[in-house]
């Protein structure tokens, strides 16, 4: 079983080979509708299986966070789970379980998600329980305390105890030093620890209400029934008082950043990371098709760095248009025994050099096209998928930006590529971590 | 709110949901091969599962790990293609071929659309019956083996997971040990033992395919036979039978970390798969500590005390006896605390009868999320293979609900007194172990 409240971020991380839709198969939103009060809802009809899916997504992620209360978006999402008037304190997930479903959520950078599983039979329960905590979440002091302690374990176990991932923290950080993606969604220790009730109560009123959310259904539902029972338990929420203007802006980088961290591990490993424009920049589709060229066993960063010249034993490229700001292009590999970082690291330039000088060939792009082209349609299989799709594309702007990507991503030819490639990976524009093993001193 | 109230109730009467019907067909082909088939139109693609008996119970314990390495090695290279061939036609398809083993099998997976379905099937069934294992591809994937093996050994949870099943089997049960073998046995593996393995168990008498998704009966059959009918059926060995030690009482194991929390893991033998018991524990283990945020284990630690992100319970379902085991990740300084009340849970369970609502509210989510397990055309190929490999019978969907429907207060009561054993067990714990204030003596 999969535990809830995940993090969303670390999924996000690997998510974008999900997202492509193809002309065949497109998804089909067979009810939109704005309610008064500004509640946007979205219903997609697949009577493949008797089950639905119900995702509530609110405008609100860590680039969200005051200052010095970094977390609180993430740990107010933990807190959604702990009552109203209602429902009691353990109740929320209960009550779902007890109906045969399954329900979590996670936060991102930018917005944070919940969602319940159930047979469509069922739905219903999930709209009226996420109804109920839209508007009527006790916070309660004590669940405060203990639910903070809560994160500070999931930090520890994420991060803390984790060189990989505590590099991945220190390459962000450093990369961004104006904009709050500088922040880890799971927020720094001592801004979890002085994070007051008072502090979540503030950050519930501005972001959780309906103007500030989405609801996206899929499965096997009557999309005029789903609305009505949407409109009978969201239709009385009110609009909420205004909420901070969000105004940062990352300048940009002039010189490349280094950054060391020294831990207990046992293999080197090194993060690069460039500033790249998101989704939908003109030059964000060509970085998608440069990382699916650079990504898989048939890759460049594989069958280079990792079977031919058996420097990595693992070497990846990552990239996620689907941030609301620029965010960033990792490049990243663990060092293999007997090798170094420093070998590892020549090694990606050499990657990046060859895509500058030289444009991949055609089949290299028709190849990403059609990875692109067939996860999107598998990712199809699963109705959560699709929900998930279209809420996030609509947190972008619209869920219609999908034919938008779509579009892009066919029309990317080699010289796109190359040109992205000379734009964005040049030395003053990355960021590089690289991870030293430390032992430690005395073994008992 | 009203109803929600009502919405309990009815699910406290109703226990049973309506299924998801697989509707698998059943087929015996005539070299052997079990083909199951499940016909789903409603995407153009086609999901393929193949399961070969083969796993850790078939190689000697001194060169573990080969079972392992023999499915890593049919991607890389054929009579027809090189390893970089099968990889660039797959991915240009924007497919998904691979295969890996398991404690108990190994299995194969396709994922295709169905407009690549025979190209796809013709590189599938090409590593199925021409892999050439080329001494190079061996050399080189041993050294990948190796590398994730020492890598693996940052992830504390890896480390306690390794030594929770060493004490467990010991030295020659397979599930003492891992799939991917150790640095040293992997040295001991050659080429002919590589081919003699594949040679052995890679036949169609010994083999279970599920195919799913856009595609007929007809066409499954056809698919097969005009790729897999020069497959040909073998002698397949006995599969040894493998002594498991006892644990008569505590045995506390712990490694030193520079750690922030605390790995641990307590637990002990469990059940075979075909224990008939299986299904009054899966409802017992559900409320003890099973059950996500339903779970006793989880209201105590993470809820009422905020002293872990996860904690969780459960018995593997294996063909040999598999593993009951609790793990949670706390705070070094917790460790003891939490280790505490695991103990006290599992006592507790095994004392007094669980209340009516905690029987009903089990049997609701085990049923009721059935149809979730098999919602995709590839989670029923895959439930497809294991219900053949575990006998559980093509109906199994059909006949869960009443199997956990009929479990018992009693029932309940009597599995955790004979499953759990809350004075004889292995605790791992992984982390600062001074600030753990954790002993041989304290436990």
């Given at each position: 079983?999969?535990?809830?409240?995940?993090?969303?971020?670390?999924?996000?991380?690997?998510?974008?080979?999900?997202?492509?839709?193809?002309?065949?198969?497109?998804?089909?939103?067979?009810?939109?509708?704005?309610?008064?009060?500004?509640?946007?809802?979205?219903?997609?009809?697949?009577?493949?299986?008797?089950?639905?899916?119900?995702?509530?997504?609110?405008?609100?992620?860590?680039?969200?966070?005051?200052?010095?209360?970094?977390?609180?978006?993430?740990?107010?999402?933990?807190?959604?789970?702990?009552?109203?008037?209602?429902?009691?304190?353990?109740?929320?997930?209960?009550?779902?379980?007890?109906?045969?479903?399954?329900?979590?959520?996670?936060?991102?950078?930018?917005?944070?998600?919940?969602?319940?599983?159930?047979?469509?039979?069922?739905?219903?329960?999930?709209?009226?329980?996420?109804?109920?905590?839209?508007?009527?979440?006790?916070?309660?002091?004590?669940?405060?305390?203990?639910?903070?302690?809560?994160?500070?374990?999931?930090?520890?176990?994420?991060?803390?105890?984790?060189?990989q991932?505590?590099?991945?923290?220190?390459?962000?950080?450093?990369?961004?030093?104006?904009?709050?993606?500088?922040?880890?969604?799971?927020?720094?220790?001592?801004?979890?620890?002085?994070?007051?009730?008072?502090?979540?109560?503030?950050?519930?009123?501005?972001?959780?209400?309906?103007?500030?959310?989405?609801?996206?259904?899929?499965?096997?539902?009557?999309?005029?029934?789903?609305?009505?029972?949407?409109?009978?338990?969201?239709?009385?929420?009110?609009?909420?008082?205004?909420?901070?203007?969000?105004?940062?802006?990352?300048?940009?980088?002039?010189?490349?950043?280094?950054?060391?961290?020294?831990?207990?591990?046992k293999l080197p490993y090194i993060?690069?990371?460039?500033?790249?424009?998101?989704?939908?920049?003109?030059?964000?589709?060509?970085?998608?098709?440069?990382?699916?060229?650079?990504s898989g066993k048939s890759g460049r960063l594989y069958k280079n760095l990792v079977r031919t010249k058996e420097i990595a034993l693992n070497a990846f490229?990552?990239?996620?248009?689907?941030?609301?700001?620029?965010?960033?292009?990792?490049?990243g590999g663990t060092v293999r025994p007997g090798r170094?970082?420093?070998d590892l690291?020549?090694a990606?330039?050499?990657?990046?050099?060859?895509?500058?000088?030289?444009?991949?060939?055609?089949?290299?792009?028709?190849?990403?096209?059609?990875?692109?082209?067939?996860?999107?349609?598998?990712?199809?299989?699963?109705?959560?998928?699709?929900?998930?799709?279209?809420?996030?594309?609509?947190?972008?702007?619209?869920?219609?930006?999908?034919?938008?990507?779509?579009?892009?991503?066919?029309?990317?030819?080699?010289?796109?590529?190359?040109?992205?490639?000379?734009?964005?990976?040049?030395?003053?524009?990355?960021?590089?971590?690289?991870?030293?093993?430390?032992?430690?001193?005395?073994?008992? | 709110?009203?109803?929600?109230?009502?919405?309990?109730?009815?699910?406290?009467?109703?226990?049973?949901?309506?299924?998801?019907?697989?509707?698998?067909?059943?087929?015996?082909?005539?070299?052997?091969?079990?083909?199951?088939?499940?016909?789903?139109?409603?995407?153009?693609?086609?999901?393929?599962?193949?399961?070969?008996?083969?796993?850790?119970?078939?190689?000697?314990?001194?060169k573990a790990g080969l079972a392992n390495l023999v499915a890593s090695l049919l991607t890389e290279g054929?009579?027809?293609?090189t390893s970089e061939?099968i990889s660039?036609?797959?991915?240009?398809?924007?497919?998904?071929l691979g295969a890996a083993t398991?404690?108990?099998?190994?299995?194969?997976?396709?994922?295709?659309?169905?407009?690549?379905?025979?190209?796809?099937?013709?590189?599938?069934?090409?590593i199925?019956?021409?892999p050439?294992f080329p001494p190079e591809e061996i050399k080189r994937k041993i050294d990948l083996i190796k590398g994730g093996l020492r890598q693996a050994e940052e992830e504390?949870?890896f480390?306690?997971?390794?030594?929770?099943?060493?004490?467990?089997?010991?030295?020659?049960?397979?599930?003492?040990?891992l799939v991917e073998g150790t640095l040293e046995s992997l040295d001991n593996i050659n080429r002919?033992?590589i081919?003699?393995?594949?040679?052995?168990?890679?036949?169609?008498?010994?083999?279970?395919?599920?195919?799913?998704?856009?595609?007929?009966?007809?066409?499954?059959?056809?698919?097969?036979?005009?790729?897999?009918?020069?497959?040909?059926?073998?002698?397949?060995?006995?599969?040894?039978?493998?002594?498991?030690?006892?644990?008569?009482?505590?045995?506390?194991?712990?490694?030193?970390?520079?750690?922030?929390?605390?790995?641990?893991?307590?637990?002990?033998?469990?059940?075979?798969?075909?224990?008939?018991?299986?299904?009054?524990?899966?409802?017992?283990?559900?409320?003890?500590?099973?059950?996500?945020?339903?779970?006793?284990?989880?209201?105590?630690?993470?809820?009422?005390?905020?002293?872990?992100?996860?904690?969780?319970?459960?018995?593997?379902?294996?063909?040999?006896?598999?593993?009951?085991?609790?793990?949670?990740?706390?705070?070094?300084?917790?460790?003891?605390?939490?280790?505490?009340?695991?103990?006290?849970?599992?006592?507790?369970?095994?004392?007094?009868?669980?209340?009516?609502?905690?029987?009903?509210?089990?049997?609701?989510?085990?049923?009721?999320?059935?149809?979730?397990?098999?919602?995709?055309?590839?989670?029923?190929?895959?439930?497809?293979?294991?219900?053949?490999?575990?006998?559980?019978?093509?109906?199994?969907?059909?006949?869960?609900?009443?199997?956990?429907?009929?479990?018992?207060?009693?029932?309940?009561?009597?599995?955790?007194?004979?499953?759990?054993?809350?004075?004889?067990?292995?605790?791992?714990?992984?982390?600062?172990?001074?600030?753990?204030?954790?002993?041989?003596?304290?436990?």
């Amino acid at each position: 079983m999969k535990f809830k409240r995940v993090s969303g971020w670390l999924i996000i991380f690997s998510l974008f080979v999900l997202f492509a839709p193809s002309p065949v198969y497109p998804i089909t939103v067979s009810k939109e509708e704005i309610l008064p009060n500004g509640l946007k809802v979205l219903v997609i009809e697949d009577h493949k299986a008797p089950i639905a899916t119900f995702q509530i997504w609110y405008r609100v992620g860590s680039r969200n966070d005051p200052k010095g209360k970094t977390g609180i978006s993430h740990l107010l999402e933990h807190m959604m789970f702990k009552g109203t008037e209602k429902i009691g304190p353990k109740q929320f997930s209960r009550i779902i379980q007890r109906n045969g479903g399954i329900d979590n959520a996670y936060t991102t950078k930018d917005y944070t998600m919940y969602f319940e599983t159930l047979s469509s039979d069922r739905i219903n329960l999930a709209i009226e329980l996420e109804a109920d905590r839209m508007k009527n979440l006790l916070l309660r002091k004590d669940d405060s305390l203990y639910e903070r302690s809560v994160v500070m374990e999931e930090r520890r176990m994420r991060y803390e105890d984790d060189p990989q991932r505590s590099l991945y923290e220190e390459v962000v950080a450093t990369a961004f030093k104006v904009h709050p993606y500088h922040n880890p969604v799971i927020g720094w220790m001592s801004d979890l620890g002085s994070i007051q009730q008072e502090d979540l109560l503030l950050h519930y009123s501005r972001y959780y209400a309906p103007e500030n959310a989405v609801v996206v259904i899929a499965g096997d539902v009557n999309p005029e029934e789903i609305l009505q029972k949407i409109k009978e338990e969201f239709g009385s929420i009110k609009k909420t008082a205004k909420r901070p203007v969000f105004s940062s802006k990352e300048p940009v980088q002039r010189g490349q950043k280094r950054v060391y961290l020294k831990k207990e591990a046992k293999l080197p490993y090194i993060l690069i990371a460039y500033h790249v424009p998101s989704f939908p920049d003109k030059d964000s589709a060509a970085l998608d098709v440069l990382s699916y060229i650079l990504s898989g066993k048939s890759g460049r960063l594989y069958k280079n760095l990792v079977r031919t010249k058996e420097i990595a034993l693992n070497a990846f490229a990552s990239y996620s248009g689907f941030y609301i700001d620029p965010y960033l292009f990792f490049l990243g590999g663990t060092v293999r025994p007997g090798r170094k970082a420093e070998d590892l690291e020549r090694a990606f330039y050499e990657e990046i050099k060859r895509i500058q000088e030289t444009p991949p060939t055609e089949r290299e792009i028709q190849k990403a096209k059609n990875q692109v082209e067939a996860s999107f349609i598998m990712e199809q299989d699963s109705i959560y998928n699709q929900a998930e799709l279209i809420g996030m594309f609509e947190m972008l702007g619209d869920w219609r930006l999908i034919d938008k990507y779509l579009k892009m991503i066919r029309e990317v030819r080699p010289e796109d590529v190359q040109r992205v490639a000379r734009k964005y990976f040049t030395e003053d524009n990355r960021t590089v971590g690289i991870l030293i093993p430390e032992k430690r001193g005395v073994e008992k | 709110m009203k109803r929600i109230k009502l919405l309990i109730l009815l699910s406290l009467l109703f226990i049973s949901t309506p299924l998801y019907a697989i509707d698998a067909k059943r087929e015996v082909l005539p070299n052997g091969l079990v083909l199951l088939h499940s016909e789903k139109h409603n995407l153009p693609i086609v999901k393929v599962t193949l399961l070969i008996k083969a796993s850790p119970f078939n190689e000697p314990p001194e060169k573990a790990g080969l079972a392992n390495l023999v499915a890593s090695l049919l991607t890389e290279g054929t009579k027809n293609r090189t390893s970089e061939q099968i990889s660039e036609e797959i991915e240009f398809l924007g497919a998904h071929l691979g295969a890996a083993t398991d404690r108990d099998y190994t299995l194969l997976k396709l994922s295709i659309l169905k407009k690549d379905l025979e190209k796809g099937f013709s590189i599938f069934s090409d590593i199925l019956l021409n892999p050439v294992f080329p001494p190079e591809e061996i050399k080189r994937k041993i050294d990948l083996i190796k590398g994730g093996l020492r890598q693996a050994e940052e992830e504390p949870g890896f480390l306690a997971s390794r030594e929770f099943r060493r004490t467990l089997y010991g030295k020659h049960h397979p599930y003492g040990r891992l799939v991917e073998g150790t640095l040293e046995s992997l040295d001991n593996i050659n080429r002919e033992d590589i081919v003699g393995f594949y040679k052995t168990y890679y036949r169609p008498n010994n083999a279970i395919v599920a195919i799913v998704g856009d595609i007929t009966h007809e066409e499954a059959i056809n698919l097969l036979k005009r790729f897999l009918s020069s497959w040909e059926k073998g002698n397949i060995p006995e599969t040894p039978e493998y002594h498991i030690p006892k644990i008569e009482d505590v045995k506390l194991i712990t490694i030193d970390r520079e750690l922030t929390q605390a790995n641990i893991i307590l637990g002990h033998h469990g059940v075979k798969r075909s224990n008939p018991d299986y299904y009054a524990i899966s409802v017992m283990n559900y409320i003890f500590g099973g059950g996500g945020f339903a779970s006793r284990l989880m209201m105590r630690i993470r809820d009422d005390m905020g002293l872990a992100y996860d904690v969780h319970s459960f018995f593997s379902s294996d063909k040999d006896t598999g593993v009951f085991e609790v793990g949670v990740q706390t705070k070094n300084e917790s460790a003891r605390t939490v280790i505490d009340v695991i103990l006290k849970e599992m006592r507790r369970v095994r004392s007094e009868h669980v209340s009516d609502r905690e029987l009903n509210d089990a049997k609701s989510y085990l049923t009721g999320s059935f149809p979730r397990r098999i919602d995709t055309m590839g989670k029923i190929a895959d439930f497809l293979v294991l219900t053949e490999f575990y006998n559980l019978g093509i109906d199994y969907d059909k006949k869960y609900p009443q199997l956990i429907n009929s479990v018992t207060k009693d029932d309940i009561l009597r599995v955790a007194k004979k499953y759990l054993h809350p004075d004889r067990y292995i605790l791992v714990v992984v982390g600062d172990i001074e600030k753990t204030g954790i002993s041989g003596s304290t436990f």
